[in-house]
């Protein structure tokens, strides 16, 4: 036993802190966890879990008028934003309470304050305390990115949309990746004007192209305004409170809330790296090695604020290696291959492995096949809302590469494919199975 506090201090007890904390401290190692705000973190507090709750309260809007195609006599519906809203709020807390009782549960020792590194071995509390330890894990996350433009302050992110009081009649939301996409959804349904804003000329970087393309289509059919290459200039608040944006390119736009979803930074602001020579990478993320190590020896660093993957199941990976690997002799590292995302857009869109353009790179010589159908529901809903699902294969071998997909429920669909992608099955295996019919997920064996 080392002569420090704890052998282990993390600070953040965010998807990878609580997991790094728990795992370790079940290994026999001494753990204490230093959280500012809320234990869970951002995916429980503010982020995944919310986000889709409101998904889900959102679909009803669809779910409510389509059901009369189906027989039900649904009299006119109103939404209760507070009541939603409350009720999801109160999932958070049930969810905040759970993850501190498996802390406790583990005996691990929690700070509810902010910590900052002093040193190699030691830790200031907000409360002035210095806690000492062996080996101190970083896992403080990302924070949302406001633009520096002349009334920024008007606007709110997505740690503020949770709570709002009331549910705005205009929202414009500035940015193009997956949080913008899937706010302009739920607040669509909901019923309010959405204008997205976008200083480029795309939405969601990174997803294939073709599937990109039709949620833009789709988005815009349910009533979505778009407006690319249109960066901020400046948000003017007007005497009835309500705010008016002005942009680039294109008119000013009148809105009740601004939603900024233009990023999120490695969250390293005043945590003090500094005095302990830990070091950031081009971009602000802290620098850490295939097993989280910083450049100090006994500081260690995963999740969000390291930038390698900005997902809830990769910090909770890079958290449990981390424990495995240090605490539990059982050295272990992350893959990152095939990695499966999603985007709660409505509809929802997923994706594995490489993309149609990215396999075109790499491979030179690829084959693709592809479904685009209406899902049976939409068709008696009378609903015009085409699925597409794209295989992207290795042409000389059949691997299948890449899976992409939006239509819906894709998320679900799709995590069962990653595991044949991740399994480096080919077209050929795919063929090899027995549709299962009749489903909306029989296409990826039926593409010819
Ligand atoms: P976090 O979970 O952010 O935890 C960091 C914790 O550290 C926080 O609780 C913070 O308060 C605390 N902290 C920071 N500094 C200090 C300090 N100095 N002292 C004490 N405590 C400190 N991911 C998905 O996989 N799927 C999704 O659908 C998804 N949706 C998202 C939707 C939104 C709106 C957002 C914002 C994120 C979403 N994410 C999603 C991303 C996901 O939430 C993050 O990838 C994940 O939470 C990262 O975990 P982490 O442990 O690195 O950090």
New binding site residues.
């Given amino acids: 036993m080392s002569d420090y506090d704890f052998d282990l201090f993390v600070?953040?007890?965010?998807?990878?802190?609580v997991r790094a904390s728990r795992v370790s401290a079940s290994y026999g190692a001494r753990v204490a966890v230093?959280?500012?705000?809320?234990?869970?973190?951002?995916?429980v507090?503010?982020?995944?879990v919310p986000?889709?709750l409101l998904v889900y309260g959102a679909h009803f809007a669809e779910d409510l008028h389509d059901a009369r195609r189906f027989g039900w006599n649904v009299p006119k519906c109103d939404f209760d934003w507070p009541r939603l809203r409350d009720n999801v709020l109160g999932e958070v807390d049930r969810l905040n309470g759970l993850y501190t009782e498996t802390l406790d549960k583990n005996k691990v020792t929690i700070f509810h304050?902010?910590?900052?590194i002093e040193g190699p071995h030691e830790v200031r509390l907000a409360s002035g305390k210095i806690v000492t330890a062996d080996k101190i894990l970083i896992?403080?996350?990302?924070w949302?990115v406001v633009p520096e433009i002349e009334g920024a302050e008007h606007g709110i992110t997505?740690n503020e949309v949770f709570h709002l009081e009331t549910l705005p009649r205009r929202v414009l939301i500035a940015g193009g990746g997956?949080?913008a996409n899937?706010f302009a959804g739920i607040f669509r349904e909901f019923g309010s004007q959405v204008t997205v804003v976008n200083r480029s000329d795309m939405i969601l970087r990174g997803y294939d192209e073709q599937i990109r393309d039709r949620l833009l289509q789709i988005s815009m059919a349910k009533g979505i305004i778009f407006r690319f290459n249109a960066p901020f200039q400046k948000i003017e608040k007007l005497e009835d409170g309500s705010l008016r944006a002005h942009l680039d390119g294109c008119d000013p736009i009148d809105c009740d809330v601004v939603l900024f979803a233009t990023g999120?930074r490695p969250?390293v602001a005043?945590?003090g790296l500094e005095t302990a020579g830990v070091e950031l990478d081009g971009k602000g993320a802290i620098k850490v090695d295939e097993n989280s190590r910083t450049s100090v020896e006994n500081i260690y660093a995963?999740?969000?604020?390291t930038d390698r993957i900005?997902?809830?199941?990769?910090?909770i990976r890079e958290?449990q290696a981390f424990a495995d690997t240090v605490f539990g002799n059982k050295p272990s590292v992350v893959d990152y291959n095939c990695v499966p995302?999603?985007v709660?857009s409505h509809p929802p869109i997923a994706a594995v492995g490489m993309t149609e353009a990215e396999a075109r790179n790499k491979l030179g010589s690829v084959k693709v096949y592809s479904s685009d159908f209406r899902a049976m529901k939409n068709v008696l809903a009378g609903r015009n809302e085409r699925s597409l699902y794209k295989l992207v294969c290795d042409a000389e071998t059949g691997k299948v590469v890449g899976i992409h997909m939006i239509g819906p429920d894709a998320p679900e669909i799709l995590q069962a494919a990653a595991i044949a992608v991740k399994a480096g099955l080919s077209k050929a295996d795919f063929d090899a199975t027995v549709a299962l019919h009749p489903s909306m997920s029989e296409e990826l064996v039926l593409m010819r």
């Fill in positions: 600070i953040g007890a965010g998807s990878g802190g230093a959280e500012e705000y809320r234990v869970g973190g951002t995916c507090i503010r982020g995944c986000k889709k304050e902010r910590a900052t896992a403080t996350g990302a949302p997505s997956y949080i899937e999120r969250n005043g945590l995963v999740g969000d604020v900005q997902l809830t199941p990769i910090a958290g995302s999603a709660f």
